[in-house]
């Protein structure tokens, strides 16, 4: 009795633990986790970009107008959800081509202009230069811009704003309708919003979105339509999409599941007591992951519901297989050697059960020696949850269940004597065997569904309206950039203003429609320290104003603001800091990445028509390197190949163990063999259904893998001598795969890419395994 | 002393048209489709142009002068003679300018939708001459009122970024022909385009 006390004791007080730990934990769904770590400079970048480049903070906001009479209200609308949220400090930035918003960074830009327009020399500010300069400015005041001008004028005789406009003028610009950015059809008022916050902080994406929606509710009209995308509005959307996914779906599972049980087996009893391995392995594997993370990925969560499949089965594995022989009798009756091993029934099972765990996580512990945080969370959950799962079934499952009336197990007999003839499929799986593996073998790489869209958590088709907006804001796709790195940022920014002389004659051939790059913000000190030498003294100055205006229509006198300002740009020097709280501030940010060991000045390109002519541009400039976003193509290739070594090594381990543990090398050749056929059939029906395979089929098939290990195992251990799997054991696999499929074809149904590639992995694969198991693996098979 | 008596007639104007509101607004209205009608009318023109600038840049206002042609529906060519030779040419969208004064050259083309500012600055003539009344009432507030013989159109621009530029612009005419622009800057800054017509093609 003080034993059972010492177990419940021990159960209670570590659910409470866990669940504390579980509740306190947030849920995130940063994407570049189930991306590889980055193996050189070029990926880091890379990875940068996709986890925390401005473009991860950036969101679309599309405010469409539901017929063309209402396109001055869109503006309108526009205009005041910009207020809103530019007063709002969640919102690093906000523009929707209101010049008026952009007060800020035009007041910036001017300010700088001598240190920042390329035509400052000191043939400028000559006699001559002033000279020309003031030509130009009359032949602008007498213009019909002239009243655009004349604000600027007193303080720029030499023109350098229009310098400095034209050389930031972005490559593609959006159209302009009542003073505010709308889409090409003139219908869809545009805004750029970036949060100050992370594009993985999905908490306060969430509340960023709906200060949006917020904002927009208060300024809209019926007749106007919000879009919102950008990819933390993505990341809330796949929160959100995971979740209720995972909720819904482990409730039609659990409810399927227990439906099954309950018909089969006839035991409410045995339902309830089922639920406790199961529930408490999962909490134990999400604690584990919370403390080993800090915080539980979304896609986590959801494939830790999945071990509801797994975990079940154990609850299946103690109350058949420990049923008193009558059941077995009652199954088989030809049985006549039922007396000789009823007294290792319990040995047998308790052993079966610890090689199932060992095996099936020594697929998983493959899969955290992969390097890749998602999955090693994935793994860590498996491994504990199973752990934890046999544990409780083990201990505390034998003091609660009693043994079922025997009965209710007769109605499987005939499935059981069926399946137990399962053997004379033999010929037919070795033909399935041979075709899949030819099959697999024949499609080589193609195989293989590299595309990060592909395993993005995303659901499918949400980048739609994300690129529409994107291209009508004209913005960079961002798929090419050129990392520009130095010892310092100011030796990043001088090999960067190096290139853009490589780069221009590029922008007239038409092979980049522009390039932007930070040096252009922030020229290189040596740079900013010839333009102010180029700049003369106040006197110097007025002299040469006075003489250069002499003959002109301009008044010299008119023009001392010029001269103040000349002179206060000598005493200046520009840093990323003077941008501050702009939205220069923020491309700069993302554009200049100041870490150990390596500066990098990001160069970023629209309109590229000839990549590989800029790559030839850019080949032999000290420090540049030519980034093809794209390439995380490759990226996630090199991954799914050293998934699939650690996958292979699993397998190994898993042999090993069996081996290790049976001592028996026919039963482990055994086993093993059929492991192996069943995720070679899986693979091939996966190929035939999906079309390719990605990352996360490759995942699950190891998670398949260790499911029909069990089956295997429990068939296949060898028990006496050519002895057939007793009828239990037949019946409990039998219902742990049914219960397995059941939970795994709810999960196929999900919406998110991964959780649906998981669960239709794992369905075709449970089937698939029993089937393969009564046939290779099971000792007694004629 | 033009610019006092110009504001103070303004504000008259202004107060007898909140008195009279009620009645005139609608009375105005109609005025202004007729006068846009008589306008768009005129599918071709060409005028002399005689521009005084009034800027405190300036040692003395500065006077220029050429042709203004205008061709329905959205072309408008300016070309300055005298001091020297400018041309601005705006077809639909596009903006090509060339001057003699400009460095390098100066000839430049560009696309009216990356300049509101400037668009809107351009259309207070182009859609007046093309009697285009959305288009200008989309930019501007438009005021009508009459004047002894003939017309005057108060144009306030709705564009903040514009308005911080332009206080308004006045164009007065007589019947479908605009005779004088005035563009009011908001530092002060006063241009007056005199408008002489040349031959006005009547409608095909």
């Given at each position: 009795m003080r034993r059972h006390a010492l177990r419940w004791g021990a159960w209670v007080l570590g659910v409470l633990i866990c669940a504390v730990i579980v509740a306190r934990t947030p849920i995130n769904t940063d994407i570049t986790m189930f991306l590889p770590g980055p193996a050189t400079p070029e990926q880091a970048i890379l990875a940068e970009q996709l986890r925390d480049g401005v473009a991860a903070r950036v969101m679309l906001v599309g405010i469409e107008a539901?017929?063309?009479?209402?396109v001055t209200t869109a503006a309108n609308a526009s205009r005041q959800v910009a207020k809103t949220l530019r007063a709002?400090?969640?919102?690093a930035f906000v523009a929707n081509g209101d010049p008026a918003l952009l007060a800020s960074e035009r007041d910036r830009l001017f300010d700088a202009r001598y240190l920042l327009?390329?035509?400052?020399?000191p043939q400028r500010f000559s006699v001559e230069g002033l000279q020309a300069g003031a030509g130009e400015m009359e032949a602008l005041l007498r213009s019909s811009a002239a009243p655009l001008i004349r604000p600027f004028a007193a303080r720029d005789l030499t023109g350098e704003l229009l310098v400095v406009a034209d050389q930031l003028k972005p490559a593609r610009a959006p159209a302009t309708i009542d003073g505010v950015w709308f889409d090409g059809a003139g219908r869809t008022a545009l805004l750029l919003a970036a949060t100050r916050?992370?594009?993985?902080?999905v908490d306060a994406q969430a509340h960023a979105v709906a200060t949006i929606k917020a904002a927009f509710d208060s300024a809209?009209?019926?007749?106007l339509n919000l879009q919102l995308t950008g990819p933390g509005v993505f990341a809330v959307q796949s929160r959100a999409a995971i979740q209720s996914d995972a909720r819904r779906l482990s409730l039609i599972a659990a409810v399927a599941v227990g439906l099954l049980l309950l018909l089969v087996l006839r035991s409410l009893r045995f339902l309830v007591w089922a639920a406790l391995p199961t529930a408490t392995g999962a909490l134990a594997g999400l604690a584990m992951v919370a403390l080993a993370f800090g915080a539980i990925h979304g896609i986590t969560l959801g494939f830790g519901l999945t071990l509801i499949g797994e975990a079940v089965d154990y609850a299946i594995y103690v109350q058949v297989q420990r049923s008193s022989d009558d059941h077995n009798r009652t199954l088989w009756?030809?049985?006549?050697?039922a007396v000789l091993w009823r007294e290792d029934r319990n040995a047998v099972l308790w052993r079966g059960l610890w090689l199932a765990v060992l095996t099936s996580s020594a697929g998983f512990v493959a899969m955290m020696l992969s390097g890749f945080a998602g999955l090693v969370q994935l793994g860590l959950i498996s491994i504990v949850g199973i752990a934890v799962a046999a544990a409780v079934a083990r201990f505390c499952l034998p003091d609660v269940l009693r043994p079922l009336d025997s009965k209710r197990l007769a109605g499987l007999a005939p499935l059981a004597r069926t399946l137990s003839h399962a053997a004379r499929l033999r010929p037919v799986i070795w033909i399935a065997a041979v075709a899949a593996f030819a099959f697999l073998l024949v499609r080589g790489d193609r195989?293989?569904?590299?595309?990060l869209q592909a395993i993005s958590p995303l659901a499918r088709g949400s980048g739609e309206m994300d690129l529409r907006l994107r291209s009508s804001l004209g913005l960079?796709?961002?798929?090419f950039v050129i990392a520009v790195e130095g010892d310092t940022i100011n030796q990043a920014l001088e090999r960067a203003e190096a290139l853009h002389d490589r780069l221009r004659p590029l922008q007239q051939s038409k092979a980049i429609a522009g390039f932007d790059s930070p040096a252009a913000l922030v020229p290189s000190a040596a740079v900013q320290q010839a333009r102010r030498a180029a700049l003369p003294d106040e006197a110097t100055l007025r002299a040469r104003t006075a003489e250069a205006l002499s003959?002109?229509?301009?008044?010299?006198?008119?023009f001392e603001p010029f001269i103040a300002d000349v002179q206060r740009a000598r005493a200046t020097t520009i840093t990323?800091?003077?941008?501050?709280?702009?939205a220069l501030g923020q491309r700069l940010s993302a554009q200049l990445v100041e870490r150990k060991g390596a500066n990098v000045a990001l160069i970023t390109l629209t309109g590229v028509s000839d990549a590989a002519a800029v790559s030839a541009a850019v080949k032999?400039?000290?420090g540049a390197s030519f980034v093809d976003l794209a390439g995380v193509q490759s990226l996630v290739a090199d991954y799914r190949v050293r998934a699939a070594w650690a996958a292979l090594g699993g397998a190994l381990l898993i042999v090993l163990i069996l081996a290790v543990q049976l001592r028996n090398v026919a039963a482990t050749a055994r086993i093993s063999i059929a492991v192996a056929v069943s995720l070679a059939i899986t693979s091939a029906l996966l190929v035939l259904i999906e079309g390719s395979l990605t990352l996360f089929h490759l995942v699950a098939l190891l998670l398949a893998g260790g499911i029909g290990s069990n089956y295997a195992l429990f068939v296949g251990?060898?028990?006496?001598?050519q002895q057939s799997p007793a009828p239990t054991v037949v019946v409990s696999v039998v219902l742990a795969a049914a219960t397995t499929l059941i939970a795994f074809a709810a999960l196929a149904m999900s919406v998110t890419p991964v959780l649906h590639m998981i669960g239709i992995t794992v369905a075709i694969g449970a089937p698939v395994a029993l089937i393969v198991s009564m046939a290779i693996a099971a000792p007694g098979a004629r | 002393m033009m610019r006092s008596r110009l504001s103070r007639r303004d504000c008259l104007l202004s107060l007898a048209a909140i008195a009279l509101s009620p009645i005139t607004a609608h009375a105005a209205d109609d005025e202004l489709t007729k006068l846009f009608a008589e306008l768009g009318a005129k599918r071709e023109r060409q005028a002399k142009f005689v521009e005084r600038k009034f800027s405190a840049l300036l040692k003395a206002p500065v006077e220029s002068s050429g042709t203004l042609s205008f061709r329905a529906p959205d072309l408008l060519e300016r070309r300055t003679e005298t001091p020297q030779r400018e041309t601005v040419r705006i077809e639909g969208n596009t903006v090509s300018y060339e001057s003699?004064?400009?460095?390098?050259?100066g000839k430049r083309t560009f696309s009216l939708s990356d300049a509101p500012p400037l668009a809107a600055l351009i259309e207070s003539l182009r859609a007046t001459l093309a009697g285009d009344l959305p288009t200008l009432r989309r930019l501007y507030e438009v005021t009508w009122s009459a004047q002894k013989s003939g017309w005057q159109l108060t144009l306030v621009p709705r564009d903040r970024g514009v308005r911080d530029a332009v206080e308004k612009v006045i164009l007065r005419g007589v019947g479908g022909d605009v005779s004088a622009v005035e563009i009011v800057e908001t530092g002060g800054d006063l241009t007056l385009l005199q408008i002489t017509s040349l031959a006005a093609i009547p409608k095909k």
């Amino acid at each position: 009795m003080r034993r059972h006390a010492l177990r419940w004791g021990a159960w209670v007080l570590g659910v409470l633990i866990c669940a504390v730990i579980v509740a306190r934990t947030p849920i995130n769904t940063d994407i570049t986790m189930f991306l590889p770590g980055p193996a050189t400079p070029e990926q880091a970048i890379l990875a940068e970009q996709l986890r925390d480049g401005v473009a991860a903070r950036v969101m679309l906001v599309g405010i469409e107008a539901s017929n063309a009479g209402q396109v001055t209200t869109a503006a309108n609308a526009s205009r005041q959800v910009a207020k809103t949220l530019r007063a709002d400090p969640q919102f690093a930035f906000v523009a929707n081509g209101d010049p008026a918003l952009l007060a800020s960074e035009r007041d910036r830009l001017f300010d700088a202009r001598y240190l920042l327009s390329e035509k400052v020399s000191p043939q400028r500010f000559s006699v001559e230069g002033l000279q020309a300069g003031a030509g130009e400015m009359e032949a602008l005041l007498r213009s019909s811009a002239a009243p655009l001008i004349r604000p600027f004028a007193a303080r720029d005789l030499t023109g350098e704003l229009l310098v400095v406009a034209d050389q930031l003028k972005p490559a593609r610009a959006p159209a302009t309708i009542d003073g505010v950015w709308f889409d090409g059809a003139g219908r869809t008022a545009l805004l750029l919003a970036a949060t100050r916050a992370a594009g993985f902080d999905v908490d306060a994406q969430a509340h960023a979105v709906a200060t949006i929606k917020a904002a927009f509710d208060s300024a809209g009209t019926s007749a106007l339509n919000l879009q919102l995308t950008g990819p933390g509005v993505f990341a809330v959307q796949s929160r959100a999409a995971i979740q209720s996914d995972a909720r819904r779906l482990s409730l039609i599972a659990a409810v399927a599941v227990g439906l099954l049980l309950l018909l089969v087996l006839r035991s409410l009893r045995f339902l309830v007591w089922a639920a406790l391995p199961t529930a408490t392995g999962a909490l134990a594997g999400l604690a584990m992951v919370a403390l080993a993370f800090g915080a539980i990925h979304g896609i986590t969560l959801g494939f830790g519901l999945t071990l509801i499949g797994e975990a079940v089965d154990y609850a299946i594995y103690v109350q058949v297989q420990r049923s008193s022989d009558d059941h077995n009798r009652t199954l088989w009756r030809e049985d006549k050697n039922a007396v000789l091993w009823r007294e290792d029934r319990n040995a047998v099972l308790w052993r079966g059960l610890w090689l199932a765990v060992l095996t099936s996580s020594a697929g998983f512990v493959a899969m955290m020696l992969s390097g890749f945080a998602g999955l090693v969370q994935l793994g860590l959950i498996s491994i504990v949850g199973i752990a934890v799962a046999a544990a409780v079934a083990r201990f505390c499952l034998p003091d609660v269940l009693r043994p079922l009336d025997s009965k209710r197990l007769a109605g499987l007999a005939p499935l059981a004597r069926t399946l137990s003839h399962a053997a004379r499929l033999r010929p037919v799986i070795w033909i399935a065997a041979v075709a899949a593996f030819a099959f697999l073998l024949v499609r080589g790489d193609r195989l293989w569904n590299d595309e990060l869209q592909a395993i993005s958590p995303l659901a499918r088709g949400s980048g739609e309206m994300d690129l529409r907006l994107r291209s009508s804001l004209g913005l960079s796709d961002l798929r090419f950039v050129i990392a520009v790195e130095g010892d310092t940022i100011n030796q990043a920014l001088e090999r960067a203003e190096a290139l853009h002389d490589r780069l221009r004659p590029l922008q007239q051939s038409k092979a980049i429609a522009g390039f932007d790059s930070p040096a252009a913000l922030v020229p290189s000190a040596a740079v900013q320290q010839a333009r102010r030498a180029a700049l003369p003294d106040e006197a110097t100055l007025r002299a040469r104003t006075a003489e250069a205006l002499s003959n002109s229509a301009l008044r010299a006198d008119a023009f001392e603001p010029f001269i103040a300002d000349v002179q206060r740009a000598r005493a200046t020097t520009i840093t990323p800091d003077y941008y501050a709280a702009t939205a220069l501030g923020q491309r700069l940010s993302a554009q200049l990445v100041e870490r150990k060991g390596a500066n990098v000045a990001l160069i970023t390109l629209t309109g590229v028509s000839d990549a590989a002519a800029v790559s030839a541009a850019v080949k032999g400039a000290a420090g540049a390197s030519f980034v093809d976003l794209a390439g995380v193509q490759s990226l996630v290739a090199d991954y799914r190949v050293r998934a699939a070594w650690a996958a292979l090594g699993g397998a190994l381990l898993i042999v090993l163990i069996l081996a290790v543990q049976l001592r028996n090398v026919a039963a482990t050749a055994r086993i093993s063999i059929a492991v192996a056929v069943s995720l070679a059939i899986t693979s091939a029906l996966l190929v035939l259904i999906e079309g390719s395979l990605t990352l996360f089929h490759l995942v699950a098939l190891l998670l398949a893998g260790g499911i029909g290990s069990n089956y295997a195992l429990f068939v296949g251990m060898p028990q006496q001598e050519q002895q057939s799997p007793a009828p239990t054991v037949v019946v409990s696999v039998v219902l742990a795969a049914a219960t397995t499929l059941i939970a795994f074809a709810a999960l196929a149904m999900s919406v998110t890419p991964v959780l649906h590639m998981i669960g239709i992995t794992v369905a075709i694969g449970a089937p698939v395994a029993l089937i393969v198991s009564m046939a290779i693996a099971a000792p007694g098979a004629r | 002393m033009m610019r006092s008596r110009l504001s103070r007639r303004d504000c008259l104007l202004s107060l007898a048209a909140i008195a009279l509101s009620p009645i005139t607004a609608h009375a105005a209205d109609d005025e202004l489709t007729k006068l846009f009608a008589e306008l768009g009318a005129k599918r071709e023109r060409q005028a002399k142009f005689v521009e005084r600038k009034f800027s405190a840049l300036l040692k003395a206002p500065v006077e220029s002068s050429g042709t203004l042609s205008f061709r329905a529906p959205d072309l408008l060519e300016r070309r300055t003679e005298t001091p020297q030779r400018e041309t601005v040419r705006i077809e639909g969208n596009t903006v090509s300018y060339e001057s003699a004064a400009m460095r390098g050259g100066g000839k430049r083309t560009f696309s009216l939708s990356d300049a509101p500012p400037l668009a809107a600055l351009i259309e207070s003539l182009r859609a007046t001459l093309a009697g285009d009344l959305p288009t200008l009432r989309r930019l501007y507030e438009v005021t009508w009122s009459a004047q002894k013989s003939g017309w005057q159109l108060t144009l306030v621009p709705r564009d903040r970024g514009v308005r911080d530029a332009v206080e308004k612009v006045i164009l007065r005419g007589v019947g479908g022909d605009v005779s004088a622009v005035e563009i009011v800057e908001t530092g002060g800054d006063l241009t007056l385009l005199q408008i002489t017509s040349l031959a006005a093609i009547p409608k095909k």
